[in-house]
């Protein structure tokens, strides 16, 4: 019967269900994707919202987003665009002032930028920070940094996107070894 590919080029017939999990929540950061749609075989899909790697890679790597007495928030930003770019739509000084985790997606590049102006604004340099690149995938690399030396490190550690920053004292919460000056 008629078939379609799925991930990683494995085929299903039109009376199978499939799942695909995307990396990205496509209710997160959405570039205009249908909720539901039918593929050009006739195969129906479902966009099932929830997922997001902004928690998921994290927790995969024992960061919480939040955790009792620590943080009781967190916010999730893309990072994109730099600080001072003029399309930029994030008050960078105002994030500096919150006092819960801020997890930020496609940041790696603009890093340097925006630590330096979250340290400007008034968070403190030794804030931990992880950088999770290609989170749950097999070359899965962490990161364990603070914001003021976190720049520096990327290039030493010559790391790449995709990844998922984590910037906040649940970074310390799950590596209380490399942050044993938090205690």
């Known amino acids: ?27 997160v950061r ?14 129906a899909c479902t966009v099932v919202p929830g997922l997001t790697s902004a928690i998921s890679v994290p927790a995969m790597v024992g960061i919480p987003v939040t955790h009792r007495g620590v ?3 967190f916010t999730v930003i893309s990072g994109h665009l730099p600080p001072d770019h003029e399309s930029s739509l994030v008050d960078w000084d105002a994030v500096a002032q919150l006092r819960g985790t801020v997890v930020m ?7 340097p930028a925006i630590t330096k102006r979250l340290v400007g604004a008034g968070r403190s340099a030794t804030t931990p920070v992880a950088v999770i690149s290609e989170g749950t995938m097999p070359g899965e690399r962490t990161l364990l940094s603070t914001l003021g ?7 030493a550690e010559g790391l ?8 906040g004292d649940v970074v310390a919460v799950a590596n209380p070894e490399r942050y044993s000056w938090q205690s």
Request: hydrophobic content about 40%; overall charge negative; charged content about 15%.
């Open 149 to 155: 030396e976190v720049a520096a490190d990327l290039v």
């Open 160 to 167: 790449r996107p995709p990844a998922i920053v984590v910037v």
């Open 1 to 27: 019967g008629p078939t379609t590919t799925i991930a990683g080029g494995r085929t299903c017939a039109r009376s199978m269900s499939s799942v695909t999990v995307p990396s990205v929540d496509s209710t």
């Open 105 to 111: 997606l496609m940041a790696v590049e603009n890093l």
């Open 71 to 73: 943080a009781h928030e």
């Open 30 to 43: 959405s570039p205009g994707m249908v909720p539901s749609e039918t593929t050009a075989t006739g195969v």
